[in-house]
């Protein structure tokens, strides 16, 4: 599996973490930045990332900023993306499960960095659970995107 991973200014340190995390388990990454704790825009590397799942070209994603908040709005701007900002492991299970959410977001700020792997862990590895009630609402939100 492929990930896209992307930050912002806030989340860069966090993002470190993940990717010795990803690299100990040795899952592949594209690292579409920021690069360093200069001030940036989160919507233009959160759009990356978006961009990287959307096109197949990465299998999940995982963007961090301060909150994870302002990132999980702009990946959902993406016909097709499903970013859940998760700060817990039960929720980043349930969305895995029932929304087969491709993108995960995470605040640096308010989620420290042992809890952030572990719902890493849990995110990457919880499978969609396939039911046919989560089938037809995950339809459902495609359709309002088409309607766009």
């Not at 940036?40 to 959307?54: E, F, T, W």
């Amino acid at each position: 599996m492929m990930i896209a991973l992307g930050c912002d200014h806030g989340g860069y340190e966090l993002l470190q973490e993940v990717k010795a995390h990803l690299d100990k388990r040795g899952l592949e990454y594209k690292d579409f930045g920021t690069y360093s704790t200069d001030s940036v825009d989160y919507p233009d590397y959160a759009s990356k990332v978006a961009c990287a799942v959307q096109s197949g070209e990465c299998e999940r994603g995982i963007i961090i900023c301060g909150t994870g908040i302002g990132v999980s709005i702009v990946a959902n701007k993406f016909k097709g993306i499903r970013a859940a900002l998760c700060g817990d492991c039960f929720s980043a299970e349930a969305t895995r499960q029932h929304n087969d959410a491709n993108i995960l977001t995470m605040g640096a700020r308010v989620t420290g960095p042992g809890l952030a792997l572990k719902i890493v862990d849990t995110f990457l590895d919880t499978p969609f659970s396939g039911d046919e009630r989560h089938v037809r609402r995950i339809a459902k939100i495609a359709q309002i995107e088409n309607e766009q």
